[in-house]
């Protein structure tokens, strides 16, 4: 609708994987390259830990479409709030077993250790990734946990990735989990975008949509958005959307912070991080944060280049957290 409006291609903001405008901070790239690791190097189980919104999803969907080729099966469950015997139906079909294996886990156990088994010696990949994995039941993980134990003398036959909020760990730090959580190789923390890479995140994805970030929203806008989205990029996109479609009805461009504040009232969100909770998972990205030997110590805000950043930012006002420059995303004359 307000494509033609702001000079758009298509809509920039819509809530969908769209790999064309996946953004990609240092910790996205950082936990991008855990997941490929992960499953290329058979690590065993490999964690993505992020809230809502932060990029989990994309992420993963990305990891998955690098390894893409005739030689590699992966099996991607994005819904696994379901009971023992439907999850091993659901394996059954997905690694192409027999109907006997999706009806009994043990003939299933049978099967997928000899296609395991065989996919390995021919050098083939067989993956299983876990998306929204803090709804498993923890008789769920416990089968996870088994599975994950298929192996020769030298490699992992089933390298698994569990993609989920924080309650995930919260659940992996239970007593009866400790085995499970004993397997886990590889784990990789996304966290909410900082000022700058919010603008660098607006910015990459109007580009992308054909459009001039500074045509279309002000530097104060950019701070708005940021401080009222509190970092979370599907919100952010949220807002941006919105603003967009408010600022089409009204004949405003470039939009200022007054219609990004209209948006955030009628989404009811707060300042500072307190951001509305859109539960559709598919338009993540994010950053991360951690001392893990896989995982950036910096909170994953890479340096960008001052080129590809476009409104020029004062840092020092906003009541948030202690910002970083942004990853190449974003417009000269933005970030200064």
Avoid at 117 to 125: F, I, K, Q, T, Y
Wanted: with cysteine; net charge neutral.
């Amino acid at each position: 609708m307000y494509e033609d409006f702001y000079g758009l291609r298509e809509r920039p903001f819509d809530l969908t994987p769209n790999p064309r405008f996946m953004y990609l901070s240092g910790c996205h790239l950082e936990a991008l390259s855990v997941v490929h690791y992960g499953i290329v190097s058979r690590k065993g189980i490999t964690l993505v830990i992020g809230e809502a919104g932060t990029g989990k999803t994309t992420v993963v969907r990305a990891a998955l479409e690098a390894i893409a080729q005739p030689s590699a099966t992966c099996v991607y469950l994005s819904n696994p709030t379901l009971t023992r015997a439907e999850f091993y139906e659901f394996l059954a079909i997905s690694f192409g077993l027999t109907t006997q294996a999706a009806a009994s886990k043990a003939r299933f156990l049978l099967e997928f250790e000899q296609v395991l088994a065989s996919r390995h010696h021919a050098g083939m990949l067989t993956a299983l990734v876990i998306d929204e994995a803090q709804s498993l039941s923890l008789e769920l993980m416990e089968e996870v946990r088994l599975l994950a134990n298929f192996e020769t003398a030298s490699d992992r036959l089933l390298p698994v990735v569990m993609a989920g909020q924080p309650e995930l760990a919260d659940t992996l730090d239970r007593p009866e989990l400790r085995q499970l959580k004993q397997r886990v190789a590889l784990r990789a923390d996304l966290s909410p975008l900082g000022l700058n890479q919010t603008a660098a995140y607006v910015a990459g994805r109007l580009r992308k949509a054909g459009g001039d970030p500074l045509a279309v929203f002000t530097k104060d806008a950019i701070v708005r958005i940021y401080k009222r989205s509190g970092g979370i990029p599907r919100t952010i996109s949220v807002v941006c959307d919105n603003a967009m479609l408010a600022g089409y009805a009204a004949a405003v461009k470039p939009i200022g912070p007054d219609i990004v504040e209209d948006v955030a009232r009628d989404f009811r969100l707060g300042g500072n991080g307190a951001a509305h909770d859109f539960r559709s998972r598919d338009s993540d990205v994010g950053g991360g944060n951690g001392n893990h030997p896989h995982r950036r110590s910096d909170g994953g805000r890479s340096e960008g280049k001052e080129s590809e950043r476009p409104w020029k930012l004062n840092t020092e006002h906003v009541d948030a957290s202690p910002d970083a420059p942004a990853s190449p995303a974003a417009p000269k004359g933005w970030l200064r």
